[in-house]
């Protein structure tokens, strides 16, 4: 059954990417989680261009997106803003926000309860 | 004036002034941060080189976004939205000026609006507010490039990587500022001040 939201994960490394994919995907696998970890060569860090095409590769027109650390926000905020995508960011604890709203989105929650689950996991800014 | 002949001399000395002290910014960067702002800034220096080899630039706009956009592309750190906006912001200014001031002003705003750092929070925000200001009064010298670079040495860290060893962050000059700091140098080496 295909849903209207998808998930993007961006972190520094690759692998914090997919683990964290795989450990929502137990809880949530109807629902696309797409992930954006580490340089174009696999290096620590984000890359803006990784991200787009990360977007570009979803079917769902509503994205959550999650992230680790400051500068991972700044490269996906620059994706968001050439995308045509309605993508949402949350400034929520990395682990814990995607996991709330992968099990949520997978019970067919609506985003506005979504919403109000993650706001007490916000941690940054 | 900035015309697109100095502007081009300007980037490609800052791209060999970071690369000739990659290894500094490192360390810098080991202090405080994850320690690759020099690696990362040379990748995107090259990217730069490269890029403007096989370019003729006639004017300002589009040497600047194509500065900005390698460096968005390029410099997987923090560095790399953070200058690539500065650069992409001066490039939409510089269609309709090319006033020094106002380009940085838009450089820096561009930083600010990316990166939402303030002064005196131990950033490269905090060596491109006094340099504007004294570019803006016509009194910007090395000097002062060199003063408000030492300012970030006491400040504590409020954003950035840095920002998570809080007290810990002081008595360390800011990487960032270090970067900026060899961008306003080589500014005022390619005369870009000058008539």
């Known amino acids: 059954m295909s849903r209207s939201h998808g998930i993007l994960l961006v972190t520094h490394v690759e692998e914090v990417a997919d683990g964290l994919a795989k450990l929502l995907g137990q809880v949530a696998g109807d629902v696309t989680i797409k992930t954006a970890g580490g340089t174009e060569d696999s290096d620590v860090g984000t890359s803006f261009d990784k991200i787009s095409a990360a977007l570009d590769t979803f079917e769902e027109d509503n994205i959550l997106a999650f992230y680790d650390l400051g500068s991972a926000k700044m490269n996906l905020e620059m994706a968001m803003e050439s995308s045509d995508k309605d993508i949402t960011l949350y400034d929520t604890a990395f682990v814990e926000g995607a996991y709330t709203a992968a099990s949520l989105l997978q019970t067919d929650v609506g985003v506005d309860m979504i919403n109000e689950q993650l706001e007490p996991l916000k941690v940054k800014e | ?195």
């Open chain 2, 1 to 195: 004036m900035a015309t697109p002949e100095k502007v081009s001399h300007w980037i490609e000395a800052f791209g060999q002034k970071i690369t000739d002290n990659k290894a500094y910014l490192n360390e810098l960067d080991t202090a405080i941060g994850d320690g690759d702002h020099g690696s990362n800034l040379t990748r995107g220096a090259a990217a730069i080189k490269e890029k403007m080899l096989e370019t003729e630039y006639d004017n300002l706009s589009d040497l600047f976004k194509d500065v900005g956009m390698t460096l968005v592309s390029k410099v997987g750190g923090a560095s790399g939205p953070l200058y690539g906006t500065a650069f992409i912001e001066m490039a939409k200014t510089a269609k309709n000026s090319q006033d020094i001031n106002e380009l940085l002003q838009a450089g820096l705003d561009g930083i600010q609006k990316r990166g939402k750092a303030e002064a005196g929070e131990k950033t490269m925000v905090d060596e491109w507010i006094p340099v504007i200001e004294a570019v803006k009064s016509g009194s910007l010298s090395n000097e002062l490039i060199a003063e408000s670079l030492q300012k970030t040495k006491d400040m504590k860290a409020t954003k950035g990587r840095a920002s998570y060893l809080g007290e810990r962050s002081i008595g360390h000059i800011d990487p960032g500022a270090q970067s900026s700091a060899y961008l306003f140098e080589t500014m005022l080496e390619a005369g870009v001040l000058d008539e």
